[in-house]
């Protein structure tokens, strides 16, 4: 099942408190990159992050999910009603997230 455009522009207002939140479609899904980092997606719906360590301390109750078949598991982000909560969970986790590779020259 793909996400929702509006799914996404609710979660870009959550973060609007954030400078450089990008995003990219793929396959009917949102990956979302913070000052270039990948943190993780939208996927049916949800928002998905990259198990880090600080993203594992951050969040209290944590849930693993699948974003697709043969993918790693990703955590499950429950509050995304809360501004502050989602921007400071990207925010810990960005120093410890994976540079981005470089691109290839064609």
């Known amino acids: 099942m793909a996400s ?3 799914y996404l522009e609710f979660i870009l207002g959550q973060l609007s408190t954030l400078e450089d939140i990008t995003y ?3 396959m009917g899904e949102f990956i979302i990159y913070y000052r ?3 943190v993780g997606g939208i996927y ?3 928002l998905l992050v990259k198990p880090v360590k600080s993203a594992i301390t951050y969040i209290t109750t944590t849930s693993y999910e699948l974003p697709y078949e043969g993918a790693k598991e990703m955590l499950l982000v429950d509050e995304v009603d809360n501004k502050e909560y989602l ?3 990207f925010e810990v986790m960005y120093d410890e ?3 981005p590779k ?3 020259k064609k």
């Open 97 to 99: 997230l994976p540079p």
């Open 36 to 38: 270039g980092k990948i």
């Open 87 to 89: 921007s400071g969970l």
């Open 24 to 26: 990219k479609a793929m």
């Open 4 to 6: 929702s455009k509006e």
């Open 102 to 104: 470089p691109k290839k």
């Open 44 to 46: 049916d719906d949800k």
